[in-house]
Structure formats: C-alpha cells, structure tokens
C-alpha cells in the first residue's frame, strides 16, 4: 500500500515522472482501499480540488474521515474545517470542535487557528475572546500567519485582553513580514493615527502601499488619504 502511495505522490507531483493527476489517483485509491492513511487523505485532497477526478465535497469527507480515524492530524483538520463550513457533510459545530481539538492536540496550526475562530465568533459555544486569544495565540506563536493577525487585533482592540498598542504592533509585523495583508493595512492606521507611536506618515504610506499591492480593498483610499495629509504639511 505504501509503495502504491509513492507512485500516487511521484505522479501528483511529477517526481520523477510527467505530472498526471489521474493516475495519482488511480494508485491513491489502490492504497487507501487497503487503508493506508496517507493515500487516504491525499486522495482526500484530489477530491476537494478536483484534480484528475471530478470534484466531490463528499468523498473528499469520506476519505479525510477514514484518515481522520487513524490520527492524521492534517485530515482532522479538513475534516473539522468541512464541518465547520458545510462543506460536504452538514454543517455541525459539535463535530467540528471534536475533530479540530484532537487535531490541535496534535499540533496542527490551522485547527488551533479554527479553534480561536470557534471561541471568537460563538459558533456551537458562547463567544469567549479569552479563550479565542488563547487558540490564536497557540497558533501564533508557530508562526501562522493568520493567527498572528487576530492576536495583534485582539491586542489593538483590547479584546479579551488589556488593549496595548505596542503588543498589537509586534503581532502586525510578525503577520506582515509573512505577507498578511491586512495586518500591513493595520500597520498603515496605526503610523498614521500614532496610536502607540509618534505619527509616522512616510511609515504609514509605506504599509499602505504593501496592502494596497497585496490587493486588501481599503488600503487605496488609505493611501490616497495619507499622500494628501502629507501633502498639507
């Protein structure tokens, strides 16, 4: 089973061999019929993406399940997103955080992020922004992205947690420096408003200008509005 997961991987990625999705997933399936977790949630995937198979929500479930039962914590947490969505399966918040939980417990930073998310937003729980900082912050502290984000707002914000400025802009730079566009736009507001800093509009035109280019909807008007402030002076 694993040496038919191998050729499935080699012909996915075109190791070796010219690229060719359909008979990744040919020997995807010989292997997962037998079992074995790995073809399983690469197969998983294949359906998700629709890559050399007709797309399928459903069977992308069915094999993250079967993955998702041998303590794959990346297909738990597919499995735990397409819950929390409704996508391929009914929406149902208890089996989301089942399978998010056990997959966090196994590290996986996207399942501590839709953990944050759960706790943030209520979903099947009470709001706890506490608790949702904590989740983001697991996840931050691993370097996602996303989650680095959410800890500068919530920071920014003073939610679930004494507001500090200075805290916030620690958390925008880490998300920054990794491409997040919206924490580039909050970087922008904070140079520009001085909140925590001596107003900076060079600075703030610059974090702007990375938004704006990353495609963030408000950071043009932001932009335009900075380059007419400094205009005035």
């Known amino acids: 089973a694993k040496g038919q997961d191998n050729l499935g991987v080699m012909y996915e990625t075109g190791q070796g061999v010219k690229k060719d999705y359909a008979q990744a997933w040919k020997w995807y399936s010989k292997s997962a019929i037998q079992g074995f ?9 294949l359906y998700s993406k629709g890559l050399g198979i007709k797309q399928s929500d459903e069977l992308a479930v069915k094999w993250y399940l079967k993955a998702a039962k041998q303590n794959d914590a990346w ?3 597919q499995l735990g997103y397409m819950y929390l969505n409704g996508e391929g ?4 918040y208890e089996q989301a955080k089942y399978w998010l939980k056990k997959s966090a417990a196994l590290d996986d930073l996207n399942a501590m992020a839709n953990m944050g998310w759960m706790h943030h937003k209520g979903l099947g729980m009470p709001v706890d922004l506490a608790k949702a900082l904590s989740w983001y912050s697991k996840a931050a502290l691993k370097n996602d992205a996303w989650a680095q984000h959410k800890v500068g707002f919530f920071y920014d914000e003073g939610m679930g947690v004494g507001r500090s400025f200075k805290t916030a802009r620690q958390w925008y730079l880490k998300a920054a ?3 997040n566009k919206n924490s580039m736009f909050n970087l922008g507001l904070m140079y520009e408003n001085g909140d925590g800093i001596k107003v900076d509009l060079l600075e703030s035109e610059k974090w702007f200008k990375k938004s704006a280019e990353k495609g963030y909807g408000d950071a043009t008007k932001a932009l335009e509005r900075v380059r007419q402030k400094m205009l005035s002076l």
């Not at 399966?89 to 149902?92: H, T």
């Open 75 to 77: 297909s738990q947490q």
């Open 37 to 45: 977790y790995g073809a399983q949630k690469r197969l998983g995937s």
């Open 89 to 92: 399966i009914e929406q149902d």
């Open 177 to 179: 420096a990794q491409g």
